[in-house]
Each structure stands twice: as structure tokens, then as C-alpha cells.
């Protein structure tokens, strides 16, 4: 690697980091269509900002004292599914055309973007009845690009759960779901030396990144902020879904 490209992904890493800290979500968003427009595989790309994240995420509930595994039991169904269908994720990942996975992830960085843009709410009535499904939809984006959170956090946020427990449950079930990657990844053979060799650079930057967004999220207006950082994850998304479109022609 040369210093340049070194110097890139630590820049990469440090705003979505962030942007990570701050909102609580965009690593997964932000840097994995940024490396895979750098040249870098789809499955390369996943492998570390996923990596990366796991270790974010054990800081943020470090911080927070949010981890709890009573908050798990309620969604226990919910849970045994994204697990089971996250290595299916990692099969197609490791398995598919990467011009296919890179326009379904497109896709779900969009509706992200669209979720928080528009602040879509409904109520969800009954919402165990939707574990499975849900579970299932969860742990295949969970596999393929590390996104599982985007049907879990629209079922949840839009039922009757407490807000205190919402935020409990969710980033407790992330951080599971992200380690179930982890070992799926570890699993298909995608940690190469390249791969571990990119996490070995941006790892304390990112940690330290991440919890000065923490830092700045309870002190500083996140309104204006918050629209650039969907404007960039809609260009990300669209780029994504251009890529791989134009691939496959």
C-alpha cells in the first residue's frame, strides 16, 4: 500500500467513524461503497468496515452502559433468524455476482437515507408476528454488507416499545449481529492479509473517531449536519447502484 492510499482510508474511516459517533449509524453506509469506489472487492470492503465496526460498537456501550442481555430475550425469535441468515449473506457475498449485491446494497443505503429523510413512521401492532420475516430480511443484508440494522430499527422504532428500551435492544442486538459476522467472515476465508492489514490501520482511528462524534453529539446542534450526511449517503448509494448497473451491460 502506498502512503497515499493509506492516508485515504484513514480520512475514509475517521468521518465515518464520525458520522458513526454522532448519529449512531453510517460506518456500514459510508465507508464500504467509499473502498469498494477505491477498487477495493466487495467482500474486502465489507470484511473491514464490519471488523471495525464491531469494535466501535463494544466502545459505544462501554460509554453508554447500554448492553443488556434481558433487552435480547424479548426478540430471541428475531434474533436465532438473523443469525442463522447472516451466513447465507456471506454465502451470496462470497458466492455472488458482486454487480448484483452491489445494487441490492445501493438499494438499502437509499431507503436508509429516505427512513431518516422523510422520519416514515407507522405503528406496528403485533410486532412479534414479524420477527421471522424481519429476522430473515435482517441477516441477509447482515451477511452480504453488514446493513441488517435497516428492518430491525424500522420495526422497533415504529411499535410500542419504550424509547429507553428501543435504544437498549437495538444496539444490543447490533453489536451480536455484527460479532455473527465477524465469525461467518472468519468462516468464508475473507480475512486475508490485506484485509487484516487495513484493519490493523484504521482501527485506533476509528475507535477514537467514533467516541469523539459521541462527544460532540451531546454538545453540538446536529440538524445541519445530520442533512449532509444524508446527502452523501444518497450519492454513495446511487454510485453504488450505478456500479454495479453498468457492470452487468
Not at 466502545?59 to 442481555?69: D, G, M, R, T, Y
Request: include cysteine; charged fraction near 10%; charge should be positive.
Amino acid at each position: 500500500m502506498t502512503l497515499e492510499s493509506i492516508l485515504i482510508i484513514i480520512a475514509i474511516f475517521a468521518v465515518s467513524a464520525l458520522i458513526k459517533g454522532w448519529s449512531g449509524f453510517g460506518t456500514n453506509l459510508l465507508a464500504m461503497p467509499m473502498l469498494v469506489f477505491l477498487g477495493y472487492e466487495l467482500k474486502e470492503a465489507v470484511t473491514i468496515v464490519i471488523t471495525v465496526n464491531v469494535f466501535m460498537n463494544i466502545a459505544i456501550l462501554v460509554e453508554n452502559k447500554k448492553f443488556n442481555f434481558d433487552a435480547l430475550k424479548e426478540i430471541w425469535v428475531l434474533i436465532i433468524f438473523g443469525v442463522s441468515f447472516t451466513f447465507v449473506g456471506s454465502y451470496f457475498l462470497k458466492s455472488g455476482d458482486p454487480n448484483i449485491l452491489k445494487i441490492i446494497i445501493g438499494v438499502v443505503i437509499i431507503l436508509t437515507v429516505l427512513n431518516k429523510a422523510l422520519k416514515l413512521k407507522f405503528v406496528i401492532t403485533n410486532k412479534e408476528k414479524y420477527y421471522i420475516p424481519v429476522g430473515i430480511i435482517s441477516g441477509l443484508f447482515n451477511g452480504m454488507a453488514g446493513l441488517g440494522g435497516l428492518p430491525v430499527l424500522i420495526l422497533l422504532s415504529n411499535s410500542d416499545m419504550p424509547r429507553d428500551k428501543f435504544r437498549t435492544t437495538l444496539v444490543s442486538y447490533f453489536l451480536v449481529m455484527n460479532i455473527i459476522v465477524v465469525f461467518s467472515s472468519l468462516y468464508s476465508g475473507f480475512y486475508t492479509s490485506f484485509v487484516l492489514t487495513n484493519i490493523g490501520i484504521v482501527l485506533l482511528i476509528g475507535v477514537a473517531f467514533c467516541m469523539f462524534g459521541v462527544y460532540l453529539s451531546r454538545r453540538v446542534s446536529d440538524v445541519i449536519f445530520q442533512r449532509v450526511m444524508l446527502v452523501m449517503l444518497l450519492f454513495m448509494g446511487v454510485n453504488l447502484m450505478y456500479n454495479g448497473i453498468t457492470n452487468l451491460m
